[in-house]
């Protein structure tokens, strides 16, 4: 569990954590359109127009160079509003819901990107994570990195814990792949970060249907995994053996991931 403390700059526009106050400041980064408009660095995520994520590198005052990633967003279309509201959802489209869901994973223990600084002004706004190096996508890991079994296991109860600590904290996801978990590769023992919380919410009482959504995706991202680990996740997650799980949930489970490959089938993801 981690807490953080910050520094109101530009009249209230910008929030800063205070431990990286000072090299902003060396950087001239001072005001919202510094910030927004940084033309340095290389861009690492450009799938949306309204929504580019760039790592920039910084210098201190002791002249060591350290990596961050901002995420600037820019007016969406009126189609992803009206989707949103189609659907009777809020729509997501500021830095201001990723910057809360940041500070509400590291309120319940879960490590995730370290919260940088934050702005927002009409509907331009941004965030500034400190990069997360020396870190392999889960996904990436087990294909590459051939763990054993101990190391399998060991991992899957990790997810398993931080999966049943977001929901029971009433967040989810919603976009919850192997992807979007980032396996430290140096640290001991080594702590996996979530990522990507752009879409997270957190709600008074989590309705299952946000599990099943949540767990059917990482489900489908682990499907080169032996079944082994799946049962190993399942017992974790829920505590019980799987025979004493509610089989209900665990088939709206398995349909919802098969939906989910369907989909990717179908649109080649």
Not at 15 to 44: C, H, W
Not at 94 to 107: D, G, K, Q, T, Y
Request: hydrophobic share 35%.
């Amino acid at each position: 569990m981690r807490s953080f403390e910050f520094e109101s700059w530009d009249a209230g526009r910008v929030q800063v954590n205070k431990e990286f106050a000072p090299i902003l400041s060396r950087n001239g980064l001072r005001t919202f359109d510094a910030l927004m408009n940084y033309s340095g660095g290389q861009t690492a995520k450009n799938v949306l127009a309204e929504r580019v994520t760039t790592r920039i590198d910084l210098d201190d005052d002791a002249g060591r160079t350290h990596a961050f990633y901002i995420k600037r967003h820019t007016p969406a279309p009126v189609k992803e509003y009206l989707k949103a509201w189609s659907r009777f959802r809020k729509p997501l489209l500021s830095a201001r819901f990723e910057w809360e869901a940041i500070l509400n994973f590291h309120a319940v223990g879960i490590s995730t990107m370290i919260p940088v600084a934050y702005g927002e002004r009409g509907r331009y706004s941004f965030l500034v994570t400190e990069s997360l190096e020396e870190c392999s996508k889960l996904s990436h890991w087990v294909r590459d990195e051939n763990p054993d079994e101990e190391q399998l296991e060991e991992v899957v109860k990790q997810v398993a814990e931080i999966t049943r600590t977001m929901h029971r904290a009433g967040m989810h996801h919603q976009d919850y792949y192997l992807g979007h978990l980032m396996l430290a590769r140096t640290a001991t023992p080594r702590t996996i970060h979530v990522i990507d919380l752009g879409r997270v919410l957190k709600r008074p009482r989590l309705h299952s249907r946000w599990i099943v959504k949540d767990l059917a995706q990482l489900n489908y991202s682990a499907r080169m995994l032996d079944q082994k680990y799946q049962r190993v996740f399942v017992e974790h997650y829920f505590q019980r053996p799987k025979e004493e799980c509610d089989r209900s949930l665990l088939n709206r489970i398995e349909q919802k991931t098969e939906q989910i490959a369907r989909h990717s089938k179908r649109h080649a993801l």
